[in-house]
């Protein structure tokens, strides 16, 4: 393939160029959002994204692979299978993280897998969480909501929504699912919490991963001596899954459904409080919620970031992606690109968001997410329904951000609200 | 119109049945699409696009036949 010499400035942002601009030099990933723009992703993503979607990227270990940031080009790497999610061929994108590939991913995590090792899997755990059953556990979303909004009522105004809602009721949801007890959340939350940090050290994840390792081996090993009702059981009765492979896959679910819901809820809240008449919109009419969580997945995209890794040499958009080559795929600035959602720096509740990456692409599209829209349309209308006078209990500027995750998102979302 | 899947490389994602759901579906105990209508009435055109479209592994192909066929 051709490389053309640029004829134009990397600054002038009239039109795509790709073609021309593939000989520049090599970008290093954005990762810092701009004061008082806790919604955006982070600033640069949007010009690169304009002048060169798909750009040479340096690593932070020295790496020179790729980073992807126009929805149509994200799109297409994330389903096109001559890219691998094996960890082993991947290097880390963000600063601060291990030299070199990474590990390969443990076993029972889905996420670092090819076909046909992931389709073992999926195919395993993909009837279990199907439209229709999902939408089955509408009344019991329903009233693990109203619990925990009557709970804060009853306290009265001002409180941490993440703790009082957006927490729990993800949590809730998926420990009953699995069949892991609620009340043992001690044993695994904090280890999933640091698993899905993007800044602790090799020995803290490594004994996290050992935490949350141990106890669902404990949890495999009873479910093995007397059958349950539930997911896990049942996987532990019928499938031919190792017990090791069962313990990987129920930390890998557990931790997936801990930590991503919980923190759309929170961060979702943040956002609807932050734009009055879309929250109002949502308030007043509740029918508009489906639509309204599509459009809070495309605008927060709080799964940001993914990875991919060149199995063999590729051409696209008029570059040679060389095989090994790692690919960064920015989700968020996918779901921002202009040519496929107009004005997609508007928060618009009333915008047909269908297929956004929110939720990723590909065979690796996250299989809770007819979960986790369940979960969000119950639970945000009814906040916002309940308590209509319902505002932040800090500056904006002060709510704490997990810029250090890999789920974006709040630590604390500080709210209050009138007394009737 | 005239629809058809591959089951084969379904990955139960759900997006069809939450998109088309008076076309689409999914198996109980799989997840794996069901075609509830191969040949689904006008009305239903274009929400049977956006599902092909939004489908995470491309198992919808929906082929345009002569508008003469169309009711």
Request: charged fraction near 25%.
């Amino acid at each position: 393939m051709q490389h053309e010499p640029s004829t134009r400035p990397e600054t002038t942002r009239a039109t795509r160029t790709p073609r021309t601009t593939e000989v520049t030099e090599p970008v290093t990933l954005p990762t810092q959002r701009a004061a008082g723009c806790p919604f955006d992703p982070p600033a640069g993503l949007a010009d690169l994204r304009e002048v060169r979607p798909l750009a040479r990227m340096t690593y932070p270990d020295g790496h020179v692979g790729r980073l992807a940031t126009g929805y149509a080009t994200v799109r297409s790497i994330m389903g096109d299978p001559r890219f691998s999610s094996r960890y082993e061929l991947m290097h880390y994108p963000f600063p601060g993280g291990p030299e070199g590939p990474l590990p390969p991913a443990p076993v029972g995590d889905m996420t670092g897998m090819d076909a046909p090792e992931h389709t073992r899997f999926r195919r395993l755990l993909m009837g279990r969480f199907t439209v229709r059953r999902m939408r089955r556990l509408s009344d019991r979303v329903a009233a693990i909501t109203t619990e925990h909004l009557d709970a804060m009522e009853r306290r009265g105004p001002g409180t941490d929504l993440v703790e009082a809602f957006a927490r729990p009721l993800p949590a809730l949801m998926i420990c009953e699912l699995l069949g892991v007890p609620y009340d043992d959340r001690e044993r695994f939350q904090n280890h999933a919490h640091t698993l899905m940090s993007m800044d602790v050290s090799p020995e803290d994840r490594y004994a996290a991963f050992v935490g949350l390792e141990k106890y669902m081996g404990e949890l495999v090993a009873a479910k093995r001596a007397a059958p349950s009702d539930d997911l896990l059981g049942d996987l532990v009765q019928e499938s031919d899954l190792t017990d090791e492979e069962l313990v990987g896959v129920g930390g890998f679910l557990l931790a997936a459904g801990l930590d991503t819901t919980a923190n759309m809820i929170a961060h979702g809240t943040f956002a609807l409080l932050s734009n009055p008449p879309q929250a109002e919109a949502l308030r007043t009419d509740p029918d508009l919620a489906p639509q309204a969580v599509e459009e809070l997945m495309r605008y927060l995209t709080i799964a940001h970031t993914s990875v991919k890794s060149a199995l063999e040499d590729v051409e696209l958009e008029g570059q040679l992606i060389r095989a090994g080559e790692s690919v960064t795929l920015s989700l968020e600035a996918a779901n921002r690109d202009p040519e496929r959602f107009p004005d997609p720096d508007v928060l618009d509740v009333h915008r047909k968001a269908t297929g956004h990456l929110g939720f990723g692409h590909g065979i690796h599209q996250c299989l809770g997410q007819q979960l986790a829209r369940v979960e969000m349309t119950v639970a945000l209308p009814a906040l916002l329904r309940r308590f209509p006078t319902l505002r932040l209990d800090v500056p904006a500027e002060e709510v704490p951000l997990r810029t250090n995750m890999s789920i974006y998102g709040v630590h604390r979302l500080p709210v209050t609200w009138d007394e009737d | 119109m005239d629809i058809r899947v591959d089951r084969d490389r379904c990955l139960g994602a759900g997006m069809c049945a939450l998109t088309a759901p008076e076309v689409f579906d999914q198996d109980e105990d799989e997840g794996l699409v069901v075609l509830l209508n191969a040949r689904p009435p006008r009305e239903r055109h274009a929400a049977v696009h956006v599902a092909a479209g939004v489908c995470p592994a491309a198992v919808i192909t929906v082929t345009e036949r002569g508008s003469s066929t169309a009711p």
